[in-house]
């Protein structure tokens, strides 16, 4: 009985994919008319805005997730990294099971990564081999998961809490609040400020955007970044350099628990290791940080319901069913929709299913994480807004070997940044251009103006 059942069930939700699929067409179909006969701009230009919007790109993945899920394309993508053509992967199952077998589907950053560093990989963009492991055990060892609850979430709390303050009634998202608050973790909590706050948070925002988003290699965008890089390199150096003459005396901060490892002999330590080590977290987490908070902000300042329910976690210093909101919100627009990987040799993709795809040796993989979180087949009601999904259906930093480094302190950081914000009365967009996230002409929200009533604060408001 149970095997009849479930036949029909599997048969409902794969019809029900397929209808949404041809609705998604359509919809697309009219915002792309509607983009052609109006506005500024060439008809391209205007396309290509119309159909980057996070809701555009949503539909296009229902299409293809219900008509066809795992695509093989001739045309290079990206241009920025070898390879031979481009292939999507767009189900819950195909997309983690490229991330999960590394042996056949390898990271790309490599070549990037040596510029950045002057020399080797960072381990983001090293195999599963000893070095990787050297690496990360170094690193687990000086950024620990108890320093999540002990450091990152008190300090986050701290300085958000007084970005807000400073701003009575209107703030600018990035630029007062959900940049620096990270820039600050890393400087205090790191041991590098940088030169200044400013200065890191342009090397980093540069030097992410080089790394992951430059698909067709852009040559303003690669001169910046080789500043940048020199410069964060120079820093660096400098900054260890003074550290181990004593200046400033030992602290218990990442750099000095990396410096007390390799005064203890352990491998992987050495000062040019622990510059490269740096060099990736730093660029890891302040940029990622902020775009991450003002896109789970929007969505929430979309949904009038959702933002009522997380601000009343917030005011009730409910942490987890805050987190629960921003990670929901979150998957309606991801920091990273897609991650890519090259495939090493021919492999086959969602094998003995209808949807099998072998894809040629040196096919860029893109494994559409933000399709796979609207996959009807993984999650209950994906197009529904809820807080009690659980973390499985969630790809919010990457999967398999790769995931991301961060991931713990990202639990913790990014609701503790839109915390006070979020128990501030009657929160809203600014009117017009500026209450909506403006990247300037960065891939990374520039500015983002929110207003709210003064009011009340945390402690007042039961
Ligand atoms: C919202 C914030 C963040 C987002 C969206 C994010 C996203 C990601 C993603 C998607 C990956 C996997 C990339 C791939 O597989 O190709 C990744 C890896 C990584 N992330 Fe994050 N990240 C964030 C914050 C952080 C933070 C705070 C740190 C450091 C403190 C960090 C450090 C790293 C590192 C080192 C890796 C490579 C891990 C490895 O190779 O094993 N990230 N991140």
Redesign the pocket.
């Known amino acids: 009985m149970s095997l009849v059942a479930n036949l029909f069930r599997a048969l409902a939700v794969r019809l029900g994919a397929l209808m949404a699929a041809l609705g998604a067409l359509a919809r697309l179909a009219v915002i792309g008319g509607r983009a052609a006969s109006s506005g500024t701009g060439t008809v391209g230009d205007r396309l290509k805005g119309a159909l980057s919007e996070p809701a555009a790109q949503r539909l296009a993945f229902t299409a293809l997730r219900g008509l066809l899920p795992n695509l093989l394309i001739g045309t290079r993508f990206i241009t920025s990294y070898e390879n031979t053509g481009t292939a999507i992967v767009t189900r819950f199952g195909d997309v983690k099971e490229v991330?999960a077998r590394d042996g056949d589907f390898a990271?790309v950053?490599g070549p990037r990564m040596r510029m950045i560093t002057g020399g080797r990989d960072?381990?983001?963009g090293?195999d599963d081999t000893p070095d990787?492991t050297r690496d990360?055990s170094v690193m687990r060892l000086a950024?620990r998961r108890e320093d999540v609850e002990s450091v990152v979430r008190p300090f986050a709390a701290r300085r958000a809490a007084e970005r807000v303050a400073d701003t009575p009634g209107r703030i600018d998202v990035p630029a007062e609040l959900s940049l620096r608050v990270?820039a600050e973790l890393v400087g205090s909590y790191f041991g590098t400020p940088g030169p200044s706050r400013q200065d890191m948070i342009d090397w980093t925002t540069i030097l992410f955007w080089y790394l992951f988003i430059d698909l067709n290699a852009d040559p303003d965008v690669d001169a910046r970044a080789v500043e940048a890089a020199g410069r964060l390199r120079a820093y660096l150096d400098a900054t260890i350099a003074r550290r181990k003459a004593g200046s400033p005396e030992p602290r218990d901060d990442v750099l000095g628990r990396c410096l007390a490892l390799q005064a203890s002999g352990t491998p992987g330590t050495d000062d040019l290791a622990i510059r490269n080590n740096l060099v990736?977290?730093l660029i890891?987490?302040v940029p990622?940080?902020s775009?991450?908070a003002c896109q789970a902000l929007d969505q929430l300042l979309d949904r009038p319901d959702a933002l009522a329910s997380a601000q009343r976690a917030a005011r009730a210093n409910d942490d987890a069913a805050l987190a629960a909101h921003v990670f929901e919100a979150l998957r309606f627009n991801?920091?990273?929709p897609l991650?890519?990987?090259r495939a090493r040799r021919e492999a086959t993709i969602a094998r003995a299913t209808l949807r099998a795809l072998t894809v040629p040796a040196g096919t860029m993989v893109l494994a559409a994480n933000l399709s796979a979180m609207f996959d009807p087949l993984k999650l209950a009601a994906p197009e529904e807004f809820r807080t009690d999904r659980p973390w499985d259906d969630y790809i919010?930093?990457?999967?398999?070997?790769?995931?991301?480094?961060?991931?713990q302190?990202?639990h913790a950081?990014?609701p503790t940044i839109l915390k006070p914000l979020l128990q501030k009365p009657c929160l809203r967009r600014a009117a017009g251009p500026a209450g909506r996230i403006d990247p300037g002409k960065t891939p990374f929200p520039v500015h983002f103006v929110v207003e709210f009533d003064a009011g009340p604060d945390m402690e007042a408001i039961p």
Not at 396 to 407: K, Y
């Open positions: 991330l990271v950053y960072f381990f983001l090293i990787y990360v950024m990270p990736g977290l890891g987490a990622t940080t775009k991450a991801p920091v990273n991650i890519y990987r919010l930093w990457g999967d398999g070997l790769h995931t991301c480094f961060g991931a302190v990202n950081l990014i």
